[in-house]
């Protein structure tokens, strides 16, 4: 098989992966069986598809090859019942192609975006949506979703299975939402749509700090939620603050691939027509009715770094207070770590300092890089070398990014 021919299949692969997983999910009401029928079915396309052609609608190949082999699967496992539950598996051995186009509701605009709704289902905990449908639709790695919540890669791994466990055992159904219900899984998908930008504009790991087909991805999901549900605050404030942070991308990182920080970046190479569709969407997404979204919040933030001409110019007093805001909406860790951050522009690193150790010492997010970081920086401008050299060693120690730990390594050795 020659290199051009197995990109081409891995390109199909990449891009179809999540769309023929969710529908098998809905075919077979199975996760795990769907996960095992869309690898038979990837294994094969790479048999036959070399040598037979790439078919007119690869994904309705994958898909009728899935289900069939599944239906195989399971006439293997259950041989020994009776013969009628054995026609009747046969019966559901179809061309699946007439079905996957009729599943394709046009309002949504997208099959990705059709899916995602699809996956935040009400039955599940917020967290298992949003878990469950950044791994299986959007193909984060289980150590990027664990990242997300802050646990570990093994706990997050035992919650993904929980889930797939409750959605076989309670019969739950994997079929798009009806129009006049998406406000009641928007909350989800919008979390969703962040965690793929997140993990595209700070990779968990690896050697690149950005991956910009993720950026890009997000945006347009986002873009597309502008369309579908407009005047939706939540909505509006998350295009706008993956915009305004997507504004800087050629600027956080240097010419050999290092990190640069917000002080340090040129900030003539940021995007001003990103940065001029950001802002309009900040004033709107706060001017909505109805409550303010912690999106527009953190928009509004993002808004006043991208309008400072320089370093010296930031207004981190008004920072602080929306940080104040967005902690009463959305108190998480991140969000704590972030204040602390700003009060050290204000107040200074001893405040900042006691601040962040509180939030260390309730336990949730001692393996989270940044936390010691930032403990590091703050123990440094207080003198307390010594210590701020532990910190620092502490945040290379759980940091998995390359350019991070360059960087971090950098520090330790300035010190």
């Known amino acids: 098989m020659s290199a051009s021919a197995i990109g081409k299949i891995e390109d199909v692969f990449r891009r179809e992966a999540g769309r023929v997983l969710a529908t098998l999910i809905r075919l077979l009401g199975d996760f795990d069986l769907a996960e095992e029928a869309q690898q038979d079915a990837f294994?094969?396309?790479m048999e036959q598809w070399p040598a037979q052609g790439m078919p007119e609608n690869p994904r309705a190949w994958l898909i009728?090859?899935?289900?069939n082999k599944a239906i195989d699967r399971i006439r293997r496992d259950v041989f020994f019942r009776e013969r009628i539950f054995d026609?009747?598996?046969?019966?559901?051995?179809?061309?699946?192609?007439?079905?996957?186009?009729e599943s394709d509701e046009a309002i949504f605009g997208d099959d990705r975006l059709r899916l995602i709704f699809t996956c935040c289902h009400p039955a599940l905990n917020q967290e298992s949506q949003i878990a469950l449908t950044l791994r299986e639709v959007c193909g984060l790695s289980t150590q990027a979703v664990a990242r997300a919540f802050l646990v570990g890669e093994e706990t997050m791994a035992q919650r993904l299975v929980r889930a797939k466990r409750k959605i076989r055992d309670a019969g739950i159904p994997y079929e798009t939402p009806d129009p006049t219900v998406l406000d009641q899984r928007i909350d989800g998908v919008l979390a969703v749509v962040y965690g793929v930008f997140t993990e595209g504009y700070a990779a968990t790991a690896g050697t690149r700090l950005i991956?910009?087909?993720?950026?890009?991805e997000a945006i347009r999901l986002g873009r597309l939620l502008d369309t579908l549900l407009p005047d939706n605050a939540?909505?509006?404030?998350?295009?706008?603050?993956?915009?305004l942070h997507d504004a800087r991308r050629s600027s956080r990182v240097s010419d050999a691939g290092d990190v640069v920080l917000l002080d340090d970046q040129d900030?003539?190479?940021?995007?001003?027509?990103?940065?001029?569709?950001?802002?309009?969407?900040v004033d709107r997404s706060l001017a909505a009715r109805g409550q303010v979204s912690p999106y527009a919040v953190q928009a509004a933030i993002a808004a006043l770094h991208v309008r400072a001409r320089d370093k010296r110019a930031t207004d981190w007093p008004q920072i602080v207070g929306l940080y104040e805001v967005l902690?009463?909406?959305?108190p998480t860790p991140v969000i704590e770590l972030n204040h602390a951050v700003a009060v050290s522009m204000v107040d200074g690193a001893a405040r900042a300092l006691n601040?962040?150790?509180?939030?260390?010492?309730?336990?949730?997010?001692?393996?989270?890089?940044?936390?010691h970081a930032a403990r590091g920086r703050f123990l440094q401008q207080l003198g307390r070398i010594e210590e701020a050299r532990e910190a620092y060693g502490m945040a290379l120690k759980t940091a998995t990014l390359e350019p991070e730990r360059r960087f971090l390594a950098a520090r330790i050795a300035a010190i």
């Open 355 to 371: 601040l962040v150790d509180s939030l260390a010492a309730r336990g949730r997010v001692t393996q989270y890089h940044l936390l």
């Open 87 to 101: 026609r009747e598996l046969a019966a559901a051995r179809v061309d699946v192609a007439a079905e996957i186009d």
């Open 211 to 216: 991956d910009v087909e993720l950026c890009a």
């Open 267 to 281: 900030r003539s190479k940021w995007d001003q027509n990103e940065i001029s569709e950001g802002l309009a969407l």
């Open 64 to 67: 009728s090859v899935g289900r």
């Open 234 to 243: 939540g909505v509006m404030g998350l295009l706008a603050l993956m915009l």
């Open 327 to 330: 902690l009463r909406l959305q």
């Open 43 to 45: 294994a094969a396309a």
